[in-house]
């Protein structure tokens, strides 16, 4: 048999500015490229393996679950293949089919999908109205001592930290506290967060956290992080009967290979960049400011903006897209004349995306060209 033409190359998204929020905070720093390389074998973390993948120490795979563990505030830290199976792993170890999860109204759909694989109830704590769509701790209070009242149990507290629709901060601290003053386990999705901004499990009252290699720490991924308080240690990483090394709920072993080598190589570069979440926030802040100079672009979720990921509504943009010949694809084009990609094709009515780990320069240039697109076709809007 002869394979068609699969064309595996990314020189269009390599050589622009791509403003694709999923994407901002996956990208390998040059050590963590190496160590692709190092580890593009199949099974190549196997090597020195004693029966289990988060006991190897050559390379030292052990050393770093102990300092990713220390860097979220959590007792234990294994890998697993992204935030949705940590999730998954946390809600089979702890519920049994029929029991509830509590989530927020802005949770992503893998938290939807681990509750229903695991034959859960799911009870949402509603967001505020449009434009802010804020999950506060009050909203959680609210529904437990409803269902409270209804005499229904909770098996499981979960919050999206930050959510991937508008990318608004949830007040972790606060609804642990809830979950915790309720006697309920609390899983905090950090997908969006761990790797970009600080993280304090225990702090916050957090007893599981998951987080995304390839979303936020700069890893190639498949690969996410669960991080364990040891009072579920027991219970979560519970050995096999069978073969008693093996960690049932991670089947053995999770995500390994070039996924957990990048990941690894990429941990001195996230501490780092974590230090610097300020400045990203800033950075946004002034993006956003720029970008509101268009007539009618403005930013949805709570402001002033607290993340990287931004969804602006842009009716302005949408008016001209019903006149202009490309229809909405004009705007696709014409910032991929100035370079920058990310933005769907014909997406004109609102969009998400995010500038971060661009330089302020960067920012400016593509602010400006946004503005030059809006002024170039002024006379077509509405
Ligand atoms: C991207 C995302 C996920 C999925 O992460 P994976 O590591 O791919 O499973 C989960 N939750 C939120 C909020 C996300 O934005």
């Not at 593009?40 to 050559?58: E, F, M, P, V």
């Not at 939807?112 to 434009?131: C, K, T």
């Not at 971060?356 to 697109?373: K, L, M, P, R, W």
């Amino acid at each position: 048999m002869k394979c068609q033409d699969y064309s595996l190359n990314r020189q269009t998204e390599r050589e622009n500015l791509n403003l694709n929020p999923l994407q901002r905070g996956g990208v390998l720093p040059p050590e963590s490229r190496q160590a692709l390389y190092e580890f593009s074998d199949g099974y190549s973390i196997c090597d020195y393996c004693a029966g289990r993948l988060d006991q190897i120490s050559k390379p030292s795979i052990n050393s770093f679950l102990e300092d990713m563990a220390s860097f979220i505030g959590a007792d234990h830290a294994r890998t697993v293949h992204g935030a949705r199976e940590g999730k998954f792993a946390v809600m089979h170890a702890l519920c049994r089919p029929g029991d509830t999860v509590l989530m927020d109204g802005n949770a992503h759909y893998t938290s939807h999908l681990a509750a229903e694989r695991n034959g859960l109830n799911i009870v949402e704590v509603p967001s505020s109205d449009d434009p802010e769509y804020r999950i506060d701790a009050e909203g959680y209070q609210e529904t437990l001592d409803e269902l409270n009242d209804m005499g229904e149990d909770v098996s499981l507290v979960l919050l999206t930290h930050v959510d991937g629709d508008y990318g608004n901060v949830t007040d972790a601290r606060a609804i642990g506290k809830i979950a915790h003053d309720s006697g309920i386990p609390f899983l905090l999705n950090c997908a969006y967060s761990m790797g970009r901004m600080p993280i304090d499990a225990e702090k916050w009252n957090v007893d599981f956290v998951v987080g995304s290699g390839h979303k936020s720490m700069a890893a190639s991924g498949p690969i996410g992080i669960l991080g364990v308080q040891e009072e579920w240690a027991d219970m979560v990483l519970k050995r096999s009967n069978r073969h008693q090394v093996k960690e049932l709920e991670m089947m053995g072993c999770s995500s390994r290979g070039a996924p957990i080598a990048t990941l690894m190589a990429s941990l001195p570069h996230i501490i780092d960049r974590v230090n610097q979440w300020d400045v990203e926030v800033e950075k946004t802040r002034y993006f956003v400011s720029e970008m509101e100079k268009i007539s009618g672009v403005r930013q949805i979720g709570v402001r002033p903006t607290e993340h990287d990921l931004i969804r602006f509504e842009t009716p302005f943009f949408h008016s001209i897209a019903g006149k202009h010949p490309r229809k909405g694809f004009y705007l696709y084009e014409e910032l991929k004349k100035r370079n920058i990609v990310g933005i769907k094709r014909g997406q004109t009515q609102w969009f998400k995306c995010s500038t971060y780990g661009y330089s302020q320069e960067q920012v400016h240039y593509i602010a400006n060209s946004f503005g030059e697109i809006a002024a170039k076709y002024r006379e077509m809007a509405d």
